[in-house]
């Protein structure tokens, strides 16, 4: 049996799980999961960083390297975004949204050149 596991690399564990967020500090998350308490670091696209708030459920992965976490987990979808579309927004509330028309609305208002 353990021979067929090793030649078929069956995991008994998953590769990602969900955890809560306990404390930030920087960009190094200590968070509680179903695997334990742990710390683990941010990963984001280029140029942009974002810390996750305590209480936020986010998805960590396991690496060689040590935990990672891949990001917040929404707890819902409000319809607010639509496909081409990036929204930002912040826990205080202010918000940017650059919609897939070209227009860009801040704090859901719309910018035009110049204002």
Not at 68 to 86: A, Q
Not at 90 to 108: E, F, H, P, W
């Amino acid at each position: 049996m353990w021979i067929s596991k090793k030649l078929l690399r069956i995991k008994e564990q998953p590769d990602a799980v969900t955890g809560m967020v306990k404390g930030s500090a920087n960009v190094r998350l200590s968070t509680a999961s179903v695997d334990g308490s742990g710390a683990c670091s941010m990963v984001s696209v280029p140029g942009i960083v974002s810390i996750p708030t305590d209480g936020d459920q986010v998805v960590v992965l396991q690496t060689a390297d040590g935990a990672v976490c891949l990001g917040v987990r929404l707890p819902y979808y409000d319809g607010t975004v639509e496909p081409g579309e990036i929204f930002l927004s912040s826990s205080g509330g202010a918000s940017i949204k650059l919609a897939n028309d070209g227009k860009v609305y801040i704090n859901g208002q719309e910018v035009t050149n110049g204002s």
